[in-house]
């Protein structure tokens, strides 16, 4: 009997690791730029004699590597993040003549904007850059020392940073990817054509040892992640080229084939029995996915038939995934290149209503204490080697509010070994035998390499970063060769310092269960759809309305991948409720799934009807109405952990009473995804 969804993602850690680990495509290219980058990094101030390498070469990991535009808007933003928190910190203490009292309570304001930064901004690695900035800027202060050496230390810092940043853009620049529209397409279809090959195996009852070798191909590929094509993604929005035959909405439509590929897996992995049923059902996913393969859409001829059937759970959900990928595709012959990718310059900066939520709030408050108890513990021992532990904080707590188990885990092991076997070990048997730059520039490139390794994986990327951070910041405090363990184990202490309380107070004092940040994310999800839906009588002009539309789009795409890491972080909450949390993570999935389904599939028929007066018939018009008013009462209901209607005025919607007369594919597939939307909805325990 095959295992369940909700039993198979239970696997331990060296397997996800395992698998984490493996060759992807894009992986060893992107490794190696990073490593060419903290090279040049390291010789260019060796050479000119400049401190704070450390910061220098971690900054490389922070700016956006997703596109050469990204990292340079991510690097200017930075920048001047950088340069404003240096000045308030010179500010700070020039007006309040260094007071002891002013430098705590700015420190925890500092890091509160961070906070806010992080999570209510399309840059979060500002929140990040601006808090170690500030902490660090702030300690010079602490030291007795002549002013104009603690303001010269500042800017020595803000020109670290601005090394590491112009390096790093340069080389994106030089080694960017010339065609990412055709390696973006090539990459799909790979991934379709291994489905297609394995499908076919079970379809055509072939032999045990073809079927597990193409199961194992697809795991291979889900593996892989997505983040390379995101990458790809982000290098065609934001450079003027021809879509080509890319889908519509593919930032959408590539996380729907990255849980595609991982729920292909489990089914080809686990089954052990094929009988008539399953290989009639692997012939029809077959197919589509040789339709998806070749144009990148589904045949609507070809039904999948989907049944309730829980001893085969997974493929169910893939036939429910290519269905939802299917409402996506466009009948259309050319579409508006903003539908199938926005430019990231078009995107806001900030994201609307997310100063005023209150979980953001929270979040902000929960990093500023991490940081203020730190800052002031480390002063009441009066042990100023540990104050790594406030910059800690500012790298590890500032980089997402959801997965707050998962993150602690990883920042503990990404710590242990760049701190402690890595940093540590390479002063012990490393440093005291080296008497070149060649020597060291070996060491850290290799460091470098192997941190940009892991940092590539699709679930286990955040060790990477930690074990650079942690490398950097206890290995290279200066040029010399050390003399003495003791500087390298208090920055290592203050590291673990940090990671602890931040355990105390993200996962004891003040806790938030992965489920409830997916939650809240889901309800953002169909609050943005709901707008959708209804800006189209908004009676706005055309700019207005497509310039808004765009973005909600493309919101709903990068939300969708949030809900989809955040399902994967389900399993490390652990107790009473795992198992109920996993299911509640699989119908948040499906219900986003869903919903940006059905959102793109009125992107794809409005632009096809753009240019006539169908969509503006009072029956289309109500039931656009009636949409959105269901999709908001819905997001209501889950905000508020109530159940969902299930009267007359809120049950399924039908086409019939819905759309009048008025009888077309638009009004058809709309109501269809409603319903299914609203179906798995109601599974949804509203207590979780």
Same mark, same amino acid.
């Given at each position: ?30 490794? =190696? ?22 910061? &220098? ?12 535009? *990204? ?5 200017? &933003? ?87 940043? +112009? ?21 799909? !279809? ?33 593996? +892989? ?32 084939? +990255? ?51 829980? &001893? ?40 609307? !209503?997310?100063?005023?939520? $209150? ?9 500023? =204490? ?28 500032? @980089?997402? @509010? ?20 890595? !940093?540590?070990?390479? #002063? ?10 060649? +020597?060291?520039?070996?060491?850290? !490139?290799?460091? &470098? ?62 806790? *938030? ?6 939650? $809240? ?19 706005? @002009? ?10 909600? $789009? ?10 989809? /890491? ?37 992107? @794809? ?28 009462? /819905?997001?209501?209901?889950?905000? #508020? ?35 299914? =939307? ?11």
């Amino acid at each position: 009997m095959p295992l369940s969804a909700t039993q198979s993602k239970t696997r331990s850690w060296l397997q996800y690791l395992t698998q984490d680990l493996q060759p992807t495509p894009g992986r060893l290219d992107g490794s =190696l730029r990073i490593t060419l980058t903290s090279v040049l990094v390291l010789i260019t101030m060796m050479v000119l004699q400049m401190p704070f390498v450390a910061y &220098a070469l971690y900054v490389i990991f922070m700016v956006g590597r997703d596109s050469p535009a *990204v990292t340079l808007r991510t690097g200017f &933003a930075l920048l001047c993040a950088v340069s404003c928190a240096l000045a308030i910190s010179l500010v700070v203490v020039i007006l309040t003549d260094n007071n002891p009292m002013a430098r705590v309570l700015s420190l925890a304001t500092i890091t509160f904007v961070a906070g806010m930064i992080t999570v209510a901004t399309s840059m979060p690695s500002l929140g990040s850059g601006w808090g170690i900035i500030f902490s660090v800027g702030i300690s010079f202060w602490e030291n007795h020392t002549r002013a104009d050496t603690l303001v010269k230390n500042s800017l020595w810092l803000l020109a670290a940073f601005a090394t590491g940043i +112009a390096v790093a853009i340069a080389v994106e620049y030089l080694l960017a990817t010339r065609s990412p529209v055709d390696k973006l397409s090539e990459q799909l !279809g790979i991934r379709y054509r291994a489905l297609e090959t394995m499908f076919k195996a079970y379809a055509s009852n072939s032999s045990e040892q073809q079927r597990r070798s193409a199961a194992e191909h697809v795991s291979r590929l889900a593996g +892989a992640g997505h983040a390379g094509m995101f990458q790809l993604y982000s290098q065609l929005a934001d450079r003027d080229l021809n879509r080509g035959s890319l889908p519509m909405g593919v930032h959408a439509h590539i996380t729907m084939l +990255a849980e595609l590929l991982d729920s292909s897996a489990a089914f080809g992995l686990q089954i052990d029995v094929v009988d008539i049923e399953i290989r009639s059902r692997c012939e029809v996913i077959a197919r589509q996915c040789s339709e998806l393969a070749s144009k990148f859409r589904t045949d609507p001829a070809l039904n999948l038939n989907l049944r309730n059937s829980t &001893a085969f759970a997974h493929l169910e959900r893939v036939e429910i995934i290519i269905q939802s990928i299917g409402t996506m595709s466009s009948a259309a012959d050319e579409m508006r290149p903003n539908l199938v990718a926005l430019p990231s310059k078009q995107v806001p900066l900030l994201i609307s !209503g997310a100063i005023s939520k $209150r979980e953001n709030v929270a979040f902000a408050l929960k990093v500023s =204490l991490c940081a203020t108890i730190c800052y002031i513990l480390y002063h009441a021992i009066d042990w100023p080697g540990i104050s790594t532990c406030v910059i800690t904080v500012m790298v590890a707590g500032l @980089s997402h @509010s959801g997965a707050m188990k998962q993150k602690l885990a990883l920042r503990l092991l990404g710590a242990t070994i760049g701190g402690l076997v890595l !940093g540590i070990g390479a #002063e012990v048997f490393l440093f005291p035998f080296m008497d070149s730059i060649t +020597a060291l520039v070996v060491v850290i !490139g290799a460091i &470098a390499f192997l941190c940009a390794w892991v940092a590539g994986g699709p679930r286990f990327n955040y060790v990477g970063l930690q074990m650079a951070f942690a490398f950097y910041l206890t290995s290279l405090e200066g040029f010399s060769a050390p003399t003495e363990l003791s500087p390298a184990r208090d920055r290592f202490v203050g590291i673990l310092l940090g990671v602890v309380v931040m355990w105390f107070v993200l996962d004891q004092i003040w806790p *938030v269960r992965t489920v409830t940040v997916m939650r $809240r994310v889901v309800v953002s999800v169909l609050k943005d759809a709901s707008r959708v839906v209804a800006l189209m009588d908004d009676k706005l @002009s055309l700019p207005d309305y497509m310039r808004e539309s765009d973005v909600l $789009r493309d919101r709903l795409g990068k939300q969708l991948s949030t809900v989809r /890491m955040l399902n994967e972080a389900t399993q490390y909450e652990l107790g009473v409720e795992h198992e109920k949390h996993m299911r509640m993570g699989d119908t948040f999935m499906r219900m986003s799934m869903t919903t940006v389904a059905l959102i793109w599939n009125q992107a @794809s028929l409005l632009h096809k009807e753009a240019q006539s007066e169908f969509l503006t018939q009072p029956a289309l018009i109500r039931l656009r109405q009636t949409i959105a008013e269901r999709l908001s009462a /819905m997001a209501d209901a889950l905000e #508020e952990h109530d159940c969902l209607p299930t009267g007359d005025a809120a049950g399924p919607l039908d086409v019939a009473l819905s759309a009048g007369d008025v009888d077309s594919e638009y009004s058809r597939n709309t109501i269809a995804r409603y319903n299914e =939307l609203h179906a798995v909805a109601l599974s949804l325990d509203p207590t979780g």
